[in-house]
């Protein structure tokens, strides 16, 4: 599984997950009714192939290993590439749930340009410890909106 992030990081998901015999190969986690599944000696299911999902559900299934992961770390950080790319723009909920269960856990900072996807956090997050920053981009460099060279944050930097 984790090779299949780090391809996806890469922009590789695809080429990986057919490398590995397709999605039903990866989520395959025991023996099977005639013994052992070798790398050499895989069976093929009927269902669909890596090369025949989306780049969105492919990376939809990524980001549910990560962010629903039983040991999370003490800091996700989702940034560039979106969230939401690739993932219908009309379906913020199910990321947006994904994000909120682990922030629950741990530290969660998500980078998004999609307002879908923040008031989706927002609903299904309400009752989190959550603190928004509005970024803007005047003359090239980015910034914290309203926020001068000498302020300081507008938000409180947690305890360790």
Do not use: Y
């Not at 590789?12 to 009714?33: I, P, Q």
């Not at 989706?120 to 001068?148: F, N, W, Y």
Request: with cysteine; aromatic share 4%.
């Amino acid at each position: 599984m984790l090779r299949l992030l780090a391809a996806t990081a890469c922009g590789g998901a695809v080429r990986a997950l057919a490398a590995e015999g397709g999605l039903e190969s990866v989520l395959w986690a025991g023996r099977s009714s005639s013994g052992p599944r070798c790398a050499g000696a895989r069976n093929r299911s009927p269902g669909r192939s890596a090369a025949e999902l989306s780049d969105g559900t492919l990376r939809f299934l990524l980001w549910a290993a990560a962010l629903l992961t039983p040991r999370p770390p003490e800091l996700f950080v989702l940034t560039e590439p979106e969230p939401e790319t690739s993932l219908h723009p009309e379906l913020p909920a199910p990321p947006a749930a994904m994000i909120a269960r682990a922030a629950a856990r741990t530290q969660v900072v998500v980078v998004t340009h999609s307002a879908a996807l923040r008031r989706a956090v927002e609903v299904v997050g309400e009752g989190l410890d959550r603190h928004d920053v509005e970024l803007e981009k005047p003359l090239g460099e980015t910034v914290i909106a309203g926020q001068g060279l000498l302020d300081r944050p507008t938000w409180p930097w947690p305890a360790r």
